[in-house]
């Protein structure tokens, strides 16, 4: 795949990614490559589209601290559930994998950007205005907890959408934001005096001032399509704010990855239609766009078919489906190659390419098609004389193996060559995590010498090895965790950029399987022969 940085004269200082959906998991795959890749080229941050204060728990972790074990950072370190997604948990694991032992300039940072809410769902600043309390050594809880009240009053939903519902607009609120507005001064003012976890406060102070924001924009007498242009903007307003705070603290270090949804990161503004009424607001990236200049690129995100959404290739005539014309590899393309073509339709799980899209990015990072146990299946079953069996109540085959597929050359079925397993085996099989949803893993029957190319080690030696490997990690060329010692490999959910790589494994197992059967066809013929002569 071209590197991505190859496609600016000048490097950007403030590099967005962009996804046209949430869900498909390639997307952060290749995102984790891409940013590694990009490490190496002097980039030592990334911010992802999720809650601000809580990526502070998701860098400690980067951060090596003892404190914050792997499933407290993916619980509590991301926001809008994104912690469960397994590419997140790698590319934490990556990162401080990278930060062992290296200077604090020289390590890499994560954060979030996003506000602490969702358009329908904005909580209280309690816990914000509290942290920041702790910090400066100030006793406001009563009056803090007063004027909060119960959590409901926020968090409802009818306080978004119903103006006379909202609490934006009370005094109590009011009087909350002059509390925000009165900590970040005296913030500043401890600077000098407490300049450990200063950071941290900041960001949970300014996490308060954004969530009382956005409850007073709430409070404003609009009409239903307005106010959902008017929130959408004001919340990528505050996402705006966090990614130039990021670049001012970042500045000195290198620049920084951005990772989130096009609509997000996208130059030009966004427009919808909603109960025929046209509505349009400014994005975190036009707002970052408009203030940075050329300091700010963007690569928006572009999707062929996604099995894991259900969501099918693209007409030809569109966008997406002439890229999909040009390569079955994921690759990046500048923006200005790309001709003028249909958009493809909109639906709830895809924002599809279209001529503003185009005209206001850098580049485009096509991925043809995400991958599933599926998709995979077909792509050994496509091998000549390669039968399938698929583990059912109907062959008798253990519960927790229903659906794992097993692939053979001819009738004797006694050793697959290749599988595809979904599901851990308690008490044998469980370091890869194949219980996580929509977690699958691809093995290989590779045989000694290939094994021993891959790993530096033939199978015979892999327990003295076995613990230098996170069998749970994707994309990565691993020994089987059970199957090691008969030279078996396996890849965890292995994305779409991978497939050269699996497609010449998969050559090396099948020629194993095929010399297996066809020596198994001798022997037969020989005792054969050996029956008639007698």
């Known amino acids: 795949m071209t590197s991505l940085l190859d496609l600016f004269a000048v490097p950007p200082s403030l590099l967005a990614l962009g996804e046209p959906t949430h869900g498909e998991s390639a997307f952060l795959q290749i995102r984790n490559d891409t940013f590694l890749a990009l490490v ?43 912690g469960a997604a397994p590419a997140n948990r790698d590319l934490l694991l990556r990162m401080r994998e990278y930060n062992a032992g290296r200077p604090a ?25 509290m942290r920041v309390c702790d ?73 308060a001032v954004a969530v009382l924001r956005y409850h007073a924009a709430a409070a404003a007498p609009l009409p239903r399509e307005e106010r959902f242009a008017r929130l959408a903007g004001v919340r990528d307003a505050l996402m705006a704010e966090n990614l130039l705070a990021i670049r001012s603290v970042e500045a000195h270090r290198g620049p920084t990855l951005v990772f989130a949804h096009n609509t997000h990161l996208q130059r030009h503004t966004s427009a919808m239609t909603m109960a025929g009424t046209d509505l349009s607001w400014a994005g975190a990236g036009a707002i970052v ?151 699958f893993r691809l093995n290989l029957d590779l045989g000694r010498a290939e094994f021993e190319r891959l790993f530096g080690f033939p199978p015979k030696d892999f327990e003295t090895h076995r613990h230098t490997f996170d069998f749970a990690r994707l994309d990565t060329v691993l020994p089987h965790p059970g199957y090691a010692l008969y030279g078996f490999a396996s890849i965890v959910m292995p994305g779409p950029q991978l497939l050269p790589e699996i497609d010449r494994l998969l050559v090396i197992a099948y020629a194993r399987a095929v010399d297996r059967h066809e020596r198994a066809l001798r022997r037969t013929a020989d005792r054969q022969v050996t029956v008639d002569e007698m």
Not at 57 to 78: C, H, K, N, P
Not at 108 to 125: C, Q, R, V, Y
Not at 144 to 168: F, K, M, Q, T
Not at 406 to 427: K, L, N, S
């Open 40 to 82: 190496e080229r002097g980039y030592r941050s990334i911010a992802v589209e999720s809650d601000r204060a809580a990526g502070l728990i998701a860098d400690e972790f980067v951060q090596g601290s003892a404190a914050v074990t792997l499933d407290r950072a993916l619980a509590e370190g991301f926001s809008h559930g994104f």
């Open 105 to 129: 300039a020289e390590r890499l940072t994560f954060h979030g950007f996003d506000a602490p809410l969702e358009i329908e769902d904005a909580p209280s600043p309690r816990r914000h205005l």
């Open 135 to 207: 910090f400066l050594d100030l006793d406001r809880a009563a009056e803090i907890d007063d004027l909060v009240g119960e959590e409901s009053r926020w968090s409802d939903p009818a306080a978004i959408w119903e103006p006379g519902r909202s609490i934006g607009g009370s005094a109590d609120t009011q009087r909350l934001r002059v509390i925000a507005d009165d900590l970040l001064t005296e913030l500043y003012l401890q600077a000098p005096h407490r300049a450990e976890g200063w950071p941290a406060a900041f960001v949970h102070a300014m996490s």
């Open 289 to 439: 766009a408009t203030l940075l200049g050329d300091r700010y690129a963007v690569v928006v995100g572009s999707l062929g078919a996604s099995p894991a959404l259900g969501i099918e290739a693209p007409d030809p005539s569109t966008y997406e489906g002439r890229l999909q014309q040009e390569g079955t590899l994921p690759r990046f393309v500048r923006a200005s190659e790309i001709a003028a073509a249909e958009r493809r339709t909109h639906d709830y799980r895809y924002f599809p390419l279209d001529q503003a899209t185009i005209d206001h990015a850098d580049a485009v990072l096509h991925i043809p098609a995400g991958l599933d146990a599926a998709v995979l299946a077909d792509r050994i079953l496509a091998l000549p004389g390669v039968e399938q069996v698929v583990a059912s109540r109907e062959n008798r085959s253990p519960e927790g193996a229903w659906g794992d597929r097993f692939f053979y050359v001819g009738p004797d079925r006694r050793q697959p060559f290749a599988t595809i397993v979904e599901h851990d085996v308690p008490g044998f099989d469980e370091a890869s995590q194949l219980d996580r949803p929509g977690v």
